[in-house]
């Protein structure tokens, strides 16, 4: 089908199970997703259905969709400027807040002492201003099957357009070589690289985080 990208203004909660099933299966084996979770599967659904909804309240939820079965085939979350993910009280309701309190000690202090100031850390100094004024991509994900058929690039296409609009950047991180490869390939621009050490108890190992941003031509 050729893509067709939708707004989800209020998501439906099997639209949200979909679209979190959809990004799990995109996730297998990704090396930042083990660390997050500390390689307890149990938590990915928890840590994904608490961001997508939290895009769903205060960000906006992209999906590309069959129109006629309704089936999500890729999914984009992002927040527009003044907008972060987790930065409000009715975002962390989402679930973010159990899924964060559910976690093991060590796990916790990984979260609290490395990845987040990493990571945050990094993307202040790299971004600057333009982290929290200008459009952040939080999550983005095809299934598996319909991979390689432009359906994400389409979603990103619809956020650079929304973008250039209102003259403000678009801004993620990614954590493959391979999709730092793509999005340039869309428009974005490096902007740096740090590893972020996994979690001894858990994690797989450390991994990368890309930064790049794409501004209107």
Not at 10 to 25: G, M, N, Y
Not at 45 to 66: H, I, K, Q, T
Not at 100 to 125: A, T, V
Request: net charge negative; with cysteine; aromatic share 12%.
């Amino acid at each position: 089908m050729a893509p067709v990208v939708r707004l989800l203004e209020h998501p439906t909660d099997d639209q949200v199970e979909q679209s979190v099933a959809l990004v799990i299966r995109a996730f297998t084996g990704d090396l930042s997703l083990i660390a997050m979770t500390g390689g307890n599967t149990d938590l990915q659904a928890p840590l994904f259905r608490s961001m997508l909804r939290a895009c769903a309240v205060e960000g906006s939820y992209y999906v590309v969709m069959d129109e006629e079965s309704g089936a999500i085939h890729s999914v984009g979350g992002f927040f527009g400027p003044g907008q972060q993910v987790f930065t409000t009280e009715k975002q962390r309701e989402q679930g973010w807040t159990q899924f964060f309190n559910s976690l093991p000690q060590p796990l916790h202090k990984w979260w609290n002492d490395l990845y987040l100031p990493l990571s945050e850390g990094e993307l202040n100094k790299l971004l600057g201003d333009n982290y929290l004024n200008g459009w952040f991509a939080n999550i983005i994900a095809t299934d598996p099957p319909f991979q390689r058929r432009g359906y994400a690039a389409s979603i990103i296409r619809a956020i650079f357009q929304r973008a250039a609009s209102e003259e403000k950047p678009v801004s993620l991180a990614t954590q493959t070589e391979e999709n730092c490869l793509w999005y340039q390939s869309l428009g974005f621009k490096e902007l740096g690289k740090i590893t972020i050490p996994a979690d001894s108890e858990g994690g797989a190992g450390s991994w990368p985080f890309y930064i790049l941003t794409w501004e209107s031509p």
